[in-house]
């Protein structure tokens, strides 16, 4: 990727970009807390993220969600220099990192590509899962979003021919992978975290409001996905999770509503980092 003036580059996607329209939209950070409860129940990713993160102590913990969410944003909004440098920096850390595996008795990269493609998979199906329930993509922009994520997914060290191009590519993805995952312990000990998240003191809010938010993105989960965590996976669970997520949007559009117009330059930098999670 060649670097290129900010001013006048749109990155990865651009203002014509689906990804533009779905990420400018607040409701998205439920899908980044529902990646991450997907994301969790690939045993690699989820003990190799435990070994090497402070995911227990609230001020490492708070820091790396920020990293996290700034890297997202930058990825999305960012010009192709932006993205390239934050790129380079996250495959540079995954490079160091190492995870053991019980199961198996050996030791693993965190950067194997069998890793970071579930890792992609989990959270592009959760934005565009989110995004479609919520009424914010229609079916035919919902596979263009999936298509546009595969730049997303080259960039952090994924060849773009692994990446899914469509939904009904990242359902035959999953399907292929679900013998090969569980909700291992240290997975079912994120997610009552996740009920509890060890945030600062002066984001009280947002830890009042954490349990009602982590049910409304476990309900969002595939019913798979749930009965692994060993939780009913009933059609009516999905039926009122729809319900429950689209007021939500409702709500989050009346207070803040969203543009995708505005070029990276000229986007405020909180729009950047507004958009959700993918680690």
Same mark, same amino acid.
């Given at each position: 990727?060649?670097?290129?003036?900010?001013?006048?580059? *749109? &990155?990865? =996607? &651009?203002?014509?970009?689906?990804?533009?329209?779905?990420? %400018?939209?607040?409701? /998205?950070? %439920?899908?980044?807390?529902?990646?991450? /409860?997907?994301?969790?129940?690939?045993?690699?990713?989820?003990?190799?993220? !435990?070994?090497?993160? !402070? /995911?227990?102590?609230?001020?490492?913990?708070?820091?790396?969600?920020?990293?996290? !969410?700034? =890297?997202?944003?930058?990825?999305?909004?960012?010009?192709?220099?932006?993205?390239?440098?934050?790129?380079?920096?996250?495959? #540079?850390?995954?490079?160091?990192?190492?995870?053991? *595996?019980?199961?198996?008795?050996?030791? =693993?990269?965190?950067?194997? %590509?069998?890793?970071?493609?579930?890792?992609?998979?989990?959270?592009?199906?959760?934005?565009?899962?989110?995004?479609?329930?919520?009424?914010?993509?229609?079916?035919?922009?919902?596979?263009?979003?999936?298509?546009?994520?595969?730049?997303?997914?080259? %960039?952090?060290?994924?060849?773009?021919?692994?990446?899914? &191009?469509?939904?009904?590519?990242?359902?035959?993805? =999953?399907?292929?992978?679900?013998?090969?995952?569980?909700?291992?312990?240290?997975? #079912?000990?994120?997610?009552?975290?996740? +009920?509890?998240?060890? +945030?600062?003191?002066?984001?009280?809010?947002?830890?009042?409001?954490?349990?009602?938010?982590?049910?409304?993105?476990?309900?969002?989960?595939?019913?798979?996905?749930?009965? +692994?965590?060993?939780?009913?996976?009933?059609?009516?669970? *999905?039926?009122? @999770?729809?319900?429950?997520?689209?007021?939500?949007?409702?709500?989050?559009?009346?207070?803040?509503?969203?543009?995708?117009?505005? &070029?990276?330059?000229?986007?405020?930098?909180?729009?950047?980092?507004? @958009?959700? +999670?993918?680690?």
């Amino acid at each position: 990727m060649q670097p290129t003036d900010a001013r006048t580059d *749109d &990155g990865l =996607f &651009g203002s014509g970009s689906v990804t533009w329209r779905v990420h %400018v939209e607040p409701v /998205l950070w %439920v899908a980044g807390i529902r990646a991450l /409860l997907l994301q969790s129940l690939h045993p690699r990713v989820m003990r190799g993220t !435990a070994q090497n993160s !402070a /995911l227990a102590d609230p001020a490492r913990a708070w820091q790396r969600f920020q990293r996290t !969410a700034e =890297f997202v944003g930058i990825r999305t909004f960012g010009s192709s220099a932006e993205v390239e440098r934050a790129a380079r920096r996250v495959r #540079r850390l995954h490079a160091r990192l190492r995870g053991y *595996d019980p199961d198996t008795g050996t030791d =693993f990269a965190l950067d194997d %590509v069998e890793n970071l493609l579930w890792v992609h998979c989990g959270e592009i199906d959760s934005y565009v899962d989110v995004a479609y329930r919520c009424g914010i993509v229609n079916r035919a922009d919902a596979d263009r979003y999936v298509a546009e994520s595969r730049r997303a997914a080259e %960039v952090v060290g994924i060849p773009i021919d692994l990446a899914p &191009g469509s939904r009904a590519d990242l359902a035959a993805y =999953f399907a292929r992978m679900r013998p090969r995952i569980y909700a291992c312990g240290e997975a #079912r000990e994120s997610a009552l975290r996740m +009920l509890n998240p060890p +945030l600062p003191r002066d984001l009280i809010g947002l830890r009042l409001a954490a349990p009602s938010v982590v049910a409304l993105a476990f309900a969002l989960l595939p019913r798979w996905a749930r009965r +692994l965590y060993g939780a009913p996976g009933l059609p009516t669970t *999905d039926l009122a @999770a729809t319900a429950s997520v689209r007021l939500l949007h409702v709500a989050l559009t009346a207070w803040y509503r969203p543009t995708a117009t505005a &070029g990276p330059a000229t986007r405020p930098p909180d729009r950047r980092t507004h @958009a959700g +999670l993918d680690r």
